[in-house]
């Protein structure tokens, strides 16, 4: 069992910034790619970074230069630092990783809670 647990979304004024994190824990042999996606209301859930363990990043066209994705391997956690935030990046935010884990090696993907971020004009 692996739990997923998201903090630091909010509510922020258009161009300021926020910087969610998310958590893994439990059973967790290694976690090769985390990311975040979100989902605004009316619309499907989209990508919007993610980041192997090697420190590899791959990032949505929308957010390229505003969002920088970063992990702490050793935590087991993930951060998303958003600048410049506009109103269209009003969503609920997921987590997102894909484990091993350490009872028996298999291999599972697991979503945060979501955690929301408000940006007003």
């Known amino acids: 069992q692996v739990q997923l647990v998201e903090s630091g979304g909010g509510l922020v004024q258009a161009g300021g910034s926020l910087r969610p994190s998310c958590a893994a824990s439990?059973?967790?042999?290694?976690?090769?790619?985390m990311g975040w996606y979100r989902q605004a209301p009316g619309k499907q859930r989209e990508l919007v970074a993610t980041?192997?363990?090697?420190?590899?990043?791959n990032y949505a066209d929308s957010v390229k230069g505003r969002f920088t994705i970063s992990r702490d391997n050793a935590k087991n956690t993930v951060y998303l630092q958003m600048n410049s935030l506009k109103p269209e990046d009003t969503a609920v935010y997921y987590c997102?990783?894909?484990?091993?884990?350490?009872?028996?090696?298999?291999?599972?993907?697991?979503w945060g809670q979501g955690t929301q971020v408000t940006v007003s004009s």
């Open positions: 439990g059973s967790v042999l290694s976690i090769p790619d």
């Open positions: 997102y990783a894909h484990v091993r884990l350490s009872r028996d090696w298999t291999w599972y993907d697991y």
């Open positions: 980041i192997t363990s090697g420190g590899s990043t």
